[in-house]
């Protein structure tokens, strides 16, 4: 018997960090780098980069519950990118570059809530919180060439400078949790 899969959109700045960290997750069977939470249908990355969409860079999972949870995904979410920056994640500055869950129900909605509460009980971080919690509509999937980028494009100066550090962070982090 098959293990029904659930959906999670997250935004946490360039959805290439995203994407490389979600694709690695043991239990997460799909990510696919797009836009969500905008007012303009199907948007293009251009349009998207200009912050005028409404639109986040997010990535959307599926993923396997009974091998990785939502709590999990979002312990990962919120080690991997900065959620106190409004609008920004390191050199990626608009509202296209949000920390934003996109909640699929009421349950992931309160998962969130509840990690948000204890992340900030334990001031875990100097800055408030500023992860916006919206309900998910929408998500449009990124151009092709979006998809797997910093597989196909490790050298890269962006790659290198701002995804790769972002890695060794949830490998060494995680790495109970990386696919074999």
Known sequence: MSQQL???TLGGGC???TEAIYKQLTGVQKVTPGYSGGHTDNPSY???CTGRTGHAEVVHLEFDPSKVSFTEILEVFFKTHDPTTLNRQGPDV???YRSVIFYHSEEQKQTA???IRKLEEE???PD???TERTRFETFYPAEDYHKDYFAHHKNQPYCRMVITPKLEKFEKTFSGKIKK
Do not use: D
Request: proline content about 5%; glycine content about 4%; hydrophobic content about 40%.
């Open 128 to 130: 408030p919180i500023v």
């Open 6 to 8: 659930e959906s999670a």
């Open 123 to 125: 001031s875990i971080y």
């Open 113 to 115: 809530e509840t990690i």
């Open 15 to 17: 959805f290439w960090c």
């Open 46 to 48: 251009e349009e998207v």
């Open 94 to 96: 608009g509202t296209q």
